[in-house]
């Protein structure tokens, strides 16, 4: 494995090299007052260093290559934004760089100032084929200092996850009741048919439910039509009386069902067939109205769950979990891991994601109490970090150490990882 910039980056960064004899190229000695800030986006690696150079003091950028001709590789004797680099630290020094007006920039070379163990140590977790990088020494690390982390990257998880609320809300002119409507509809797919349940509220505006609030055979009918279920032939009164209905609300709103095809049954537990799922939504919509209104005006973070509890399904599905076939002793209600699931992916999203966007820092906070309250999810992943000895204590960690393995640990990025740093700093 060749040398990483990265690498160097970090000995930048956390000052893993002998600085106190530091001189540059030209002979020049060189105290680190500030390394700067890293920056992850386009400009200089590192920003607002401040440094003394021979006795004069530098404030401005520090840029970071394995070859000081990387920089001409890079074009960056192309763009304004370097020229306020104060300092080069590279690797290995082929080339001397200068600025526009021809002087030259200050360059460190930094071969032969840092530990080749602590390189190795990097090596040995970047090319581990354990589950996780530091799976064999992630025990060593303070729980404290693991959980520091993990409320950064829960905070990153729920940021991006945030990016497809903001599109969504635009597509919808600024509509947080749709979106959030559309969103719960995709969330009791639950994964396998999370795809149609989000064609399904595409093709059927919440603003048609509003107008029969108070007919819930109708709200059946709109759902269990406009999903391609009511297609066929029916033994049963109620089916015939939700083909009936859909018939005469299909015509009134022009309506165009999704394809039945969409659905999957094989290799799924009949309590988490689409049939059902969907006979609970109507459930929902029958009492919820403007849904998301109601999620923000419940206060009490521990209440949350009574919104989705006890919904009104129709009695017909306390024996069938398919229209033309009965089924003995089926449960009408989510049961506590699927509510669950709707409080951790819909409605805290929806809190944090509203909370940032309006700037009202209490719709964050109780998002992640909500976490805090919920028990871990039970996944591959999580025990994974459980048995290396992480404690996760609710749903606020298990959603983190679904990031971490995604975002660092399967990226291998040990080095913007704060428990990677910790361990290679020991």
Not at 318 to 344: C, E, M, P, R, W
Request: charged fraction near 20%; hydrophobic fraction near 40%.
């Amino acid at each position: 494995m060749s040398f990483p910039e990265e690498f160097l980056h970090f000995i930048w960064q956390f000052r893993l090299y002998e600085y106190k004899n530091l001189v540059t190229t030209a002979g020049e000695t060189v105290e680190v007052l500030q390394q700067g800030g890293l920056n992850k986006h386009a400009g200089p690696d590192f920003g607002n260093a401040k440094l003394i150079i021979s006795k004069t003091t530098w404030v401005g950028n520090v840029e970071v290559h394995l070859k000081s001709s990387d920089w001409l590789l890079h074009q960056h004797q192309h763009n304004e934004a370097y020229e306020n680099v104060i300092l080069h630290v590279v690797l290995e020094d082929d080339k001397p760089i200068y600025r526009k007006d021809g002087t030259v920039i200050p360059t460190v070379v930094m071969k032969g100032l840092f530990s080749e163990t602590l390189f190795d140590r990097y090596l040995g977790m970047v090319n581990s084929t354990n589950d996780f990088p530091c799976q064999k020494q992630i025990a060593t690390i303070d729980q404290f200092l693991i959980d520091g982390f993990l409320t950064r990257v829960l905070v990153e998880r729920l940021t991006e996850k945030s990016v497809a609320v903001y599109d969504k809300l635009a597509q919808l002119k600024g509509d947080w009741d749709e979106t959030f409507y559309h969103f719960m509809a995709k969330n009791f797919g639950f994964k396998v048919n999370a795809l149609p349940m989000e064609m399904l509220a595409q093709s059927l505006p919440q603003t048609i439910f509003a107008k029969h609030k108070d007919q819930p055979l109708q709200i059946e009918a709109l759902l269990f039509g406009q999903a391609g279920f009511l297609n066929q032939n029916f033994a049963d009164d109620y089916p015939n009386a939700l083909k009936k209905e859909y018939a005469f609300l299909q015509k009134k709103y022009n309506l165009k069902p999704i394809d039945i095809s969409l659905w999957k049954f094989m290799r799924m537990r009949p309590q988490n067939f689409p049939t059902l799922r969907l006979a609970q939504f109507a459930g929902l919509i029958s009492v919820s109205n403007h849904l998301f209104s109601k999620v923000l005006t419940t206060k009490d973070y521990r209440n949350s769950a009574v919104l989705f509890e006890n919904l009104p399904v129709n009695a017909f599905w306390q024996t069938h979990y398919h229209f033309n076939k009965t089924a003995t002793k089926v449960s009408l209600q989510l049961g506590k891991k699927s509510i669950d699931n709707i409080l951790i992916n819909t409605l805290c999203l929806f809190l944090f994601a509203y909370g940032k966007a309006m700037k009202q820092e209490n719709y964050v906070t109780r998002a992640l109490y909500i976490l805090e309250y919920l028990s871990a999810e039970q996944n591959a992943v999580v025990q994974q970090f459980v048995d290396a000895g992480v404690d996760v204590k609710n749903a606020f960690s298990s959603q983190a150490i679904l990031q971490l393995k995604k975002c660092y640990c399967n990226e291998k990025k040990c080095l913007t990882c704060g428990i990677g740093i910790k361990l290679l700093k020991q």
